[in-house]
């Protein structure tokens, strides 16, 4: 199994931000899918965000609504998820998900493509 290493979890108020890291730097393939997903409890999990690369191109995908920023440091194998502006509703345990190849747009949101996976990292937002 390919280890992926999250961190940036927490405690954050209503209105606030916070920043999500996601290390893949045991991955080593340049054609590869990675992507963000939340469970909330009592809740299915759910896509959040994916990057998709292949050929030397590399793809973006938001899947709910504007709200999270995805973003990836080539040099240091990394990606982000900044989240601004949380609601209560954000409230999750986040994952980082990888796998190798370059998937259609819908199937970034399917968790069960990707094989390897994060720890995960819990948000909450509370005053």
């Known amino acids: 199994e390919v280890p992926l290493v999250e961190s940036g979890g927490g405690l954050v108020q209503p209105g606030g931000s916070l920043r999500l890291s996601c290390s893949y730097s045991?991955?080593?393939?340049?054609?590869?899918?990675i992507a963000w997903f939340r469970q909330a409890p009592g809740k299915e999990r759910e896509g959040v965000s994916c990057?998709?690369?292949?050929?030397?191109?590399?793809s973006y995908s938001d899947f709910l609504k504007g709200r999270f920023t995805m973003s990836r440091d080539t040099a240091k194998k990394m990606v982000y998820l900044q989240m601004n502006n949380r609601e209560p509703e954000d409230a999750a345990v986040y994952s980082c998900a990888i796998r190798g190849g370059r998937l259609v747009q819908s199937g970034c949101r399917d968790s069960a493509h990707f094989p390897y996976w994060g720890q995960g990292t819990q948000v909450t937002v509370s005053s």
């Open positions: 045991a991955f080593n393939s340049d054609d590869f899918t």
């Open positions: 990057i998709r690369r292949s050929g030397g191109h590399t």
